[in-house]
């Protein structure tokens, strides 16, 4: 029968493992090797892994007999055997089984191929006793390995057999028997799948799941080396539990993997090495934390699903049960007491469970090792008889595996082969218990009260696998099925192990005892004494216990009481939600991105489009200014030539309006538009005879100025003839017509060229805005406003110039009037006036000027003045008649305030402001005459 030997080293090698060893959480000095398991006969091959030796050091024990327990000799008992010192490689255990073949295969596992079989050391026993099986105290080797003393020794004794039921045993290599009771109701088993797995585990399939396993641990004081004789009871037979069937420890766990549910148990006399058993050392592993390694071991083996660990950590102390993981790390008694009462409730899924209790998950070996850790800090312990740091409290790890198969939809071999349909999570729970050490007396009062709890709490536990026995007894005579006499409830313990007794859980019970006792007669009685009780209990637990084990249900959903706990479909279906979410954000946030980004566009757009409106609008309205400042100025340019044609100057062939405006002869309206071309025109007004005499269109005003009656005369001496000064002045208006003509022709283009800017600027967009055509406008209108004004200030100075010299003139007349009598005086009065009037006589009437006359008169002059004076006394009579001038008492005349007169603003320049003559009133005018 294959077994599975740890790979063996030499006691002092340092530990090498991956896996962080637990700390001792008690203080004893170690005695530096620890026991090796020791297996009742029968045992089952199915079993935890059990914990490495790094040296084994075992008392000597007197042999058994197949099939029996070991019987402890007490303080008789020669320790002088044989001892098997045993040495694991710390390096194989946290290494997971794997299938490469050079990979050193786990001390524990049983998972090992043939080849490493042949590579494991061989356990040499002096008595020549090869040992090639697992030094394995849960293995379920199922071949019943026993701890045999000396050969025949215990056949000798014969105080103790424990005898698996015939039935229930299974053959072995050695004939031993197993001790398996249980059943399974395995799905893949049933269906014809999961042969592998069937053929890996068999021994599983046969009948047992109880595993009771008894560990004996070495004697402090040694035995100067003799430490084999301690285990061999029966050198011959070679026993001990270092032979096991392949890979019973292994699928034990693997089971637990699987979906079954495990309960693993230390019992055992204070002090024996039940804790250290379940917790071992850093080069010593114990079950649990070989328990954890084949967890991560199978997890990483199986790629195909997904797990989730969880664990938490109670003790159950006087009775009540403490959270450990809850509780502060101070290993104070009362720690405890400010915690909610956790209590014990039932479930038709979960079975009896603790709650509230809080669970960790856990992700890594070193993890669950930490926490578990943690929890060992709080526990409590206490000084005792035998043990200097003695657990006080039953401690009860629990880790929960969730798993459910990877593939989506599973429908992939493994899916079908192993059973595990599609969708659901599969719950199991290994529980690892190290319960408190029993006591027969305690000196303190405490110590007394801890141990009558421990102590009932285990008699309880007792009474009731013996009542299993009973009712196993019964059930085959057809008695009560549901064990509701069973006493579970009578104490935490028993009510907490429920589901495990009762047959719904597998189990290994290790059992522990010391054989030799170093100390007076007394005390080795006392171990006597409970090495035997312990032995009994394992017996009666071996044969007890059956049940039928069945694979966890897998919780579909997170729905339901039992499905509400699956964390791993919560987080699942939380995953899926979280995911939806995010896609859906994800969809929303390119929507929203897009209709924020598209909702900016539009409001870009829409100010870019109020902007281009705005810009537009101000376009507009300059475009429109201009148009009407150019329309203005066009209107006014059509006034001034209306107004040109209007004087009627050739009309009628008389100037009668022309005389009126006379005073304007001297002036000419220079009008300086700067075009484009930078046309600059002086447009002159062409009634006055200087402007007829056109010295030039170009003439400057400037010059008029200075235009004196002496100018005027001059003036008149070269259009003497009257007729050419009339065809002059025909041609000088035509001349300034065409002028105008070709200015407003001008002015149209410059309009048309606006408008063309102004739309192809609208067209563009705007691109290229210019306002200089409307700026250089504006500032032409104003400039020549301003022109305007100052040519008004100026012609107002030069009339004022012109009354004085009236007046004068008007007293020089009458001074003349007085020497040459009235008539001469008449005349020369009115050559004066008429040269000073406002309106200028024809040229051909004018008179000659006073020099000339003073030189002597000719008849023909003299009747051409009088003839003169004859037109102008008629002009003179006509003006006055038509309210134009004002003739005064004296013959003076004056011209009527031309604001009064309607026919002067008639004929005045449109859109100039004619110059205001503020003529005398009536006094007024009498006073200068006076
Ligand atoms: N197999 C072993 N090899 C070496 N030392 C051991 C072994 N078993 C126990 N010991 C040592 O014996 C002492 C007592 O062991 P342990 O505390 O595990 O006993 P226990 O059964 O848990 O006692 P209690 O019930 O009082 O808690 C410890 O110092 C431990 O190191």
Redesign the pocket.
């Known amino acids: 029968m294959a077994t599975t030997l740890p790979r063996l080293r030499g006691s002092n090698d340092p530990p090498t493992g991956a896996l962080p060893a637990l700390p ?1 959480p ?10 090796s398991p020791i297996k009742t006969p029968g045992t089952p091959r199915s079993g935890l892994r059990t914990p490495s ?1 790094a040296s084994v ?1 075992g008392a000597p024990l007197s042999p058994a007999p197949m099939g029996a327990l070991p019987i402890p000799r007490g303080a008789g008992v020669n320790s002088a055997g044989r001892t098997l010192r045993k040495t694991v490689s710390i390096n194989s255990f946290p290494q997971p089984p794997s299938r490469a073949g050079s990979v050193p295969p786990s001390p524990l596992s049983g998972a090992v191929t043939p080849a490493r079989r042949a590579r494991t050391p061989q356990l040499t026993s002096k008595n020549g006793y090869q040992s090639n099986t697992t030094p394995s105290l849960l293995n379920g080797g199922g071949e019943g390995k026993s701890l045999l003393g000396g050969a025949g020794t215990r056949h000798s004794d014969g105080l103790i057999s424990i005898a698996s039921p015939p039935q229930s045993r299974s053959s072995s290599a050695q004939g031993s028997c197993s001790t398996s009771a249980t059943t399974y109701d395995d799905p893949s088993e049933s269906n014809g799948v999961g042969l592998k797995e069937k053929r890996a585990s068999k021994g599983l399939d046969g009948k047992g799941n109880v595993i009771v396993s008894i ?4 004697d ?1 004081g040694g035995n100067n080396g003799q430490t084999e004789g301690e285990w061999m009871v029966d050198g011959r037979k070679s026993l001990v539990a270092y032979r096991g069937r392949e890979g019973g420890d292994y699928y034990y766990v693997r089971r637990v993997m699987e979906g079954y549910h495990g309960t693993v148990f ?1 019992y ?12 071992g ?1 850093a080069s ?1 592993p114990g079950v649990i934390p070989l328990a954890i390694t084949d967890i991560f071991s199978y997890i990483r083996e199986t790629p195909t699903r997904e797990f989730l660990l969880r664990v938490s950590y109670l003790e159950i102390y006087n009775e009540r049960i403490h959270d450990l993981l809850s509780m502060p790390t101070a290993n104070a008694t009362g720690a405890g007491s400010a915690q909610e009462e956790i209590k014990l409730r039932e479930d038709s899924k979960r079975g009896v469970y603790a709650t509230p209790l809080k669970e960790e998950i856990v992700q890594s070996p070193t993890q669950l090792l930490r926490v578990i850790a943690r929890g060992d800090q709080a526990r409590r ?1 206490a000084s ?1 008889q ?7 409290s039953h401690a009860v790890v629990q880790i929960v595996v969730e798993s459910r198969e990877r593939l989506p939809g599973g429908s992939g071999a493994e899916g079908k082969r192993s059973g595990i349909f599609p969708g659901g999570v599969r719950v199991s729970t290994l529980s690892l218990i ?6 027969k007396a305690a000196e303190s009062k405490e110590r007394r009260q801890e141990g009558s709890h421990i102590n009932k709490s285990l008699l309880t536990l007792g009474t009731v696998i013996s009542k299993l026995s009973e009712h196993k007894e019964k059930e085959g005579k057809g008695g009560d099925k549901d064990g509701k006499h069973l006493p579970y409830r009578d104490s935490k313990l028993t009510r907490l192990l429920q589901g495990a007794l009762s047959g719904n859980s597998l189990v290994s019970i290790l059992c ?1 005892i010391q054989t030799g006792s170093a100390g007076s007669t007394a005390s080795a009685n006392t171990h006597a004494t409970e090495t035997l009780n312990t032995l009994k209990f394992a017996s009666r637990a071996k044969n007890s216990i059956v049940s039928h084990a069945k694979r966890a249900e897998e919780a579909l959903g997170a729905g339901g009481e039992g499905g509400a706990r699956v964390l791993l479909e919560r987080y699942r279906m939380e995953i899926l939600e979280l995911r939806q979410q995010l896609e859906s954000q994800a969809k929303t946030n390119p929507n929203k991105a897009e209709d924020a980004e598209k909702e900016k566009d539009a409001e870009e757009e829409l100010a870019r489009e109020k902007e281009a409106e705005a810009r537009h609008e101000e376009q507009i309205l300059e475009m429109q200014l201009a148009r009407t400042a150019l329309k203005e100025r066009i209107d006014h340019l059509n006034r001034l030539i209306l107004s040109s044609k209007s004087t009627g100057v050739n009309s009628n062939g008389t100037y009668s309006a022309l005389g009126i405006h006379n005073r304007f002869s001297q002036s000419s309206i220079r009008t300086s538009l700067t075009t484009p071309g930078g046309l600059e025109r002086a447009v002159s007004r062409g009634s006055s005879a200087s402007t007829i005499g056109r010295r030039s269109a170009n003439a400057r005003h400037s010059s008029s100025e200075e235009t004196t009656a002496n100018e005027d005369d001059d003036t008149i001496g070269e259009y003497g003839d009257g007729t050419a000064s009339l065809q002059a002045q025909n041609q000088a208006l035509q001349a300034d017509i065409a002028d105008k003509n070709r200015y407003i022709a001008t002015l149209e283009k410059r309009l048309n060229q606006a408008r063309r800017a102004s739309s192809s600027r609208t067209s563009t967009g705007f691109s290229a805005p210019s306002k200089g055509i409307m700026v250089g406008e504006d500032h032409s209108v104003s400039a020549l406003l301003k022109e305007k004004d100052a040519e008004i200030a100026e012609l107002r100075a030069r009339l004022d110039d012109k009354d004085r010299m009236l007046t004068a003139l008007r007293s020089a007349a009458r001074s003349r009037d007085a020497a040459e009598g009235l008539e001469t005086l008449r005349s020369d009065t009115r050559s004066s006036l008429l040269l000073e009037s406002v309106s200028p006589p024809p040229q051909d009437a004018l008179p000659d000027p006073p020099v000339a006359k003073n030189k002597g008169h000719s008849p023909v002059r003299r009747r051409s003045v009088d003839e003169m004076s004859k037109m102008l006394d008629e002009m003179i009579q006509d003006r006055v008649e038509a309210g134009q001038i004002v003739r005064g008492v004296r013959g003076s005349v004056r011209v009527v305030n031309h604001r009064n007169v309607g026919s002067v603003a008639d004929i005045s320049q449109p859109g100039l402001e004619l110059p205001r003559i503020d003529q005398p009133t009536g006094s007024e005018a009498q006073a200068q005459e006076a």
């Open positions: 001792r008690k203080s004893r000095k170690s005695t530096g090797g620890m026991a030796a050091h560990r004996v641990r070495p402090a230390a055992g006399m204070t002090g024996t090495g039940k804790t250290f058993s379940m917790q050392t010593s312990t005792t035998f043990n200097a740091r003695s657990s006080r190290d319960l408190a050490g029993s006591e522990t």
